[in-house]
């Protein structure tokens, strides 16, 4: 229970810091952080999958890269239902989803890795 409480936390801090890196997304508060990056770990978990099986012709056919629209297109969608989160058009959504990705990958592989 801690471990998903402290990698929420964290992928709120990442939101806040894609926000601060690029002028493209807005984040209001830490707490609209907190909302947007619950949603976007449930929209990924639920609806990324669905829409990943759907898209796999394009996806195959841009080896790959369609995820990156996918990606863009859920975080762009996220920022429109969550108050306090704004992404000013798909081109924000494309680079402020990558920065995210990036982010949080770099963040959880330094903070919950396990080493041994």
Do not use: C, D, H
């Not at 601060?20 to 508060?29: D, I, N």
């Not at 704004?86 to 592989?109: D, H, M, N, R």
């Amino acid at each position: 229970m801690i471990y998903l409480l402290a990698r929420w936390a964290v992928n709120a801090a990442a939101l806040l810091l894609v926000a601060y890196l690029y002028p493209g997304v807005t984040v209001e508060s830490f707490f609209a952080a907190l909302i947007a990056a619950l949603v976007l770990g449930l929209v990924n978990a639920v609806i990324r999958p669905i829409l990943i099986i759907l898209t796999l012709p394009a996806t195959l056919l841009t080896l790959g890269l369609f995820i990156f629209v996918i990606n863009a297109l859920l975080f762009w969608f996220v920022a429109e239902i969550v108050q306090g989160f704004k992404v000013t058009g798909f081109g924000a959504a494309l680079l402020g989803s990558i920065l995210y990705s990036v982010i949080t990958l770099v963040s959880s592989w330094l903070l919950f890795s396990t080493r041994k």
